[in-house]
């Protein structure tokens, strides 16, 4: 089982905004930066987000981060066809000295 | 862009050794730090460990602990991660990912590589 929870899928049409939540503890979440990621198809993980609200170099703005007690959400304005693809948190487990990631949200742009 | 070119496919039996590499074309990349993470089929990412190849320090999962090893290799670039003692638990692909800053804790997986598929079987 995954350390950080993750709705399983979440679908939504072109043109709206989607909220993905990825929720832990005080050991993880709470206290230590959360990263999003977005896996494509056939291709390895792409950096989003980092430290909780960062975008990484190249990120459009229709993509935000935000966090708030042992939830962190990922944001997703403007919603467009090629957006469709699977979505992971992760952060630093100071309990389990560990990088912990979430079960991953399958994203579908109807 | 830079990239992270890892290793091809492989096919090991159980009991038996793997050692992955992780190249990359930027000779200033691989001074970062450098984590290992897998993903076994259907299931989620889990992380090995991470090292930092400035001195050459490494921090493991416990998970792993005795059975990872993971060097850097500065003047080709390159990253390895040596895992021991396989079982058909450890079939998985297998990512590279530099640091996007060098720091244990807030130091996430930027950069990956295209993963290398390592299947376990007798």
């Known amino acids: 089982q995954p350390v950080l929870t993750q709705p399983p899928s979440v679908s939504a049409t072109p043109g709206q905004k989607v909220t993905l939540s990825c929720s832990g503890g005080s050991s993880n979440v709470e206290h230590n930066f959360v990263s999003w990621y977005q896996r494509l198809p056939g291709t390895a993980p792409r950096l989003l987000i980092y430290?909780?609200?960062k975008r990484s170099p190249g990120i459009p703005d229709r993509f935000s981060g935000f966090k708030s007690g042992w939830t962190a959400t990922l944001g997703i304005t403007g919603l467009q066809a090629g957006d469709e693809a699977d979505y992971y948190c992760?952060?630093?487990?100071?309990?389990?000295?560990?990088?912990?990631f979430g079960g991953g949200t399958k994203l579908t742009v109807l | 862009q830079v990239q992270l070119v890892q290793s091809g496919a492989e096919v090991k039996k159980p009991g038996s050794s793997m050692k992955l590499s992780c190249k990359t074309s930027?000779?200033?990349?691989?001074?970062?730090?450098s984590h290992w993470v897998r993903q076994a089929p259907g299931q989620g990412f889990e992380w090995l460990g991470v090292i930092n190849p400035t001195y050459g320090t490494t921090t493991y999962a416990s998970k792993f602990q005795g059975r990872v090893t993971m060097t850097t290799d500065t003047s080709t670039a390159t990253a390895y991660m040596e895992l021991t003692s396989l079982t058909s638990d450890d079939t998985a692909v297998y990512y590279c990912?530099?640091?996007?800053?060098?720091?244990?804790?807030?130091?996430?997986?930027?950069?990956w590589g295209q993963g290398t598929l390592v299947i376990v079987s007798s």
């Open positions: 990912a530099t640091a996007q800053r060098d720091d244990l804790l807030t130091g996430s997986p930027g950069r």
């Open positions: 992760a952060t630093w487990d100071s309990r389990l000295a560990a990088w912990v």
């Open positions: 430290d909780n609200d």
């Open positions: 930027d000779y200033t990349l691989i001074r970062h730090y």
